[in-house]
């Protein structure tokens, strides 16, 4: 079926689809390439049963009963927001995954499906959530997955070289409490000066000030 394309990475594939031949097809195109491959017959199995630890991408099927893919989609935003979602559509479903895209959806496919496309979206998904899933780890590594948002607002001021009359102003707040917020940036961050604090910083997250 899917003879003489490479997956160019690794990774897992996470389908949720109520259909049990549309489940078999992706899954035998999927381990085809050498992916591994959970299957989930509904929104409520895969929110129960989904291990965020097999870093990969979903195929999610908008029309779903009981628990829908978007709502399925929603649920994932909040518990495991770098998890790229793949929806699949009927043709009457387009603009609801359209809608889901403009809230962080990675694309959506029609059935029925081109195996190519789907092969090249799913490779493409994976390399985001490992890249995403090494990002994570190198936060949790450097401190920074540990900071409080005020924490975060303090140390994008730091690493735009602000002082601390101007950070406090911006944020509403009192020297004083910027000054504890330094001292404890310094401890998680693990940091002994502020100019090692700031390289900790960006070479963790070097697009911390687009945030």
Known sequence: MASGLECSNSGTVHIVDDDTQVRGFIHE????IGLSVEEYAS???FMSRFDAARVGCVLLDIRMPRVTGPEVHDWLRTKHPGVPVIFLTGYADVP???RAM???AFDFLEKPFNVQQLIERVNEANRLAQKEDQHRKVQEESGLANLTRRERDV???IVAGQRNKL???ELGISERTVETHRANLMVKMKAQSVAELV???LAADPDLLEH
Not at 29 to 32: C, F, H, I, P
């Open 167 to 169: 950070i406090a102003a």
């Open 29 to 32: 195109v999927m381990t085809s």
């Open 155 to 157: 140390l994008k001021g």
């Open 102 to 104: 403009r809230q962080g």
């Open 43 to 45: 929104g409520e199995e």
């Open 96 to 98: 609801t995954a359209v």
């Open 199 to 201: 390289t900790l910083t």
